[in-house]
């Protein structure tokens, strides 16, 4: 029996990759599936058309683009999934008490819909800070983002030392479950820990009880000041969990958290602070000290005050541009600006290469002199 020669493997024993890959924008896709997670939680899974690979940075999120009740909305929502899964990417939605869009979501959108999506944008990853050692922290349905980080590390195989800690309501409330032990029932660097703040009649449970707090960081992970630390949840439970890092001492740039933007308390105070801030420099202000701002595909233009946006002068002349954040996040409100100069602070919604051909955002975008848009 001879021997077989191996033969060097070359570029030219790989077939080429015809399909397209995702990138930052406005894609349409099509529901192909919905998982009840918990008695209000529920996952969708959406694929593109065309087959389209799916890659972007576990943590990122996406905004949908919706019509509810003849009204245009958009809300963003944190994959779920991870890019290891490539041809599709998932969200994990929250029924909520009143919410427009969560409740809408759960009860219209079904297998076979269509909706647009835009995306995928963030700078909460897992991918831009490396660690050998992670805490992932969650509260509720905060759990989504950290949940695709932790599938990325399993599915890649990667030597990265986990520590998973989440905290929800009742064990009823507790998302991905059974997900979370298989895990956890795989690999030697996955440890994982779920906090319960109470539980129910009829419901038994034997893990942490509670609210995070520093006995239980502790015993959770004993080594957290040498971790990079990645934590999701409602604002009260984020603040707590700085709160405690700090207190310990800890290095806080190497505590990363996601949010879309500020709370409605923040958003009403910043209103009114705002508007007294108009009101006491209105009258200081001159027409020569006015800014123009057009848009060429409307054949419209408006002037507006220095440091307001280009969003504000769309919405002066009732052009509505998408947004969803607000600050500069989601990228939803990307044109494309022809001449002039503007200041934009944005945070990550918008690439390098899109701001070298002109792009701009919108909702940060601070006109210097007269600007033209292409929109």
Not at 329 to 350: A, F, L, R, S
Request: charged share 20%; with cysteine; hydrophobic share 40%.
């Amino acid at each position: 029996m001879t021997n077989a020669i191996a033969k060097p493997v070359s570029s030219e024993s790989f077939s080429p990759i015809n399909t397209q890959t995702w990138a930052n924008g406005r894609h349409n896709m099509r529901c192909v599936k919905v998982i009840d997670e918990t008695w209000d939680v529920r996952t969708f899974c959406f694929m593109a058309e065309q087959p389209v690979m799916f890659f972007f940075k576990p943590g990122q999120f996406v905004t949908l683009e919706l019509e509810i009740n003849g009204q245009q909305v958009m809300r963003s929502y944190t994959i779920s999934s991870s890019p290891s899964v490539p041809y599709s990417f998932s969200i994990t939605v929250k029924r909520v008490p009143g919410g427009l869009v969560s409740n809408w979501l759960h009860d219209n959108l079904d297998v076979g819909d269509e909706i647009a999506v835009h995306g995928p944008v963030g700078l909460f990853n897992c991918i831009d800070y490396p660690s050998e050692k992670v805490l992932l922290l969650s509260g509720g349905v905060g759990i989504t983002p950290v949940m695709s980080m932790a599938r990325w590390f399993f599915d890649t195989n990667a030597e990265v030392d986990m520590v998973f800690a989440h905290s929800a309501r009742t064990p009823r409330d507790v998302i991905y479950h059974r997900e979370l032990e298989h895990m956890c029932s795989r690999i030697s660097n996955f440890s994982l820990h779920l906090i319960c703040e109470k539980y129910e009649r009829g419901q038994s449970w034997y893990g942490y009880r509670g609210y995070l707090d520093q006995v239980k960081l502790e015993m959770i992970a004993p080594d957290f000041m040498e971790r990079e630390v990645f934590c999701c949840g409602p604002t009260p439970y984020m603040k707590a969990v700085k709160r405690l890092l700090e207190q310990n001492g800890f290095d806080m740039s190497r505590y990363h958290e996601e949010s879309f933007g500020a709370t409605p308390e923040d958003v009403e105070e910043a209103a009114i602070e705002q508007a007294e801030i108009a009101m006491e420099e209105a009258d200081a202000i001159t027409q020569s000290d006015m800014v123009q701002v057009e848009f060429t595909a409307t054949g419209k233009s408006v002037t507006i005050a220095p440091g307001e946006t280009v969003h504000t002068a769309a919405s002066k002349l009732g052009l509505h541009i998408p947004k969803a954040c607000g600050m500069g996040i989601c990228g939803t409100c990307k044109v494309k600006k022809t001449e002039g100069e503007v200041v934009m602070e944005h945070n990550g919604g918008i690439t390098d290469e899109d701001i070298a051909e002109g792009y701009i955002l919108t909702c940060c975008s601070v006109p210097n002199g007269k600007v033209v848009v292409d929109f």
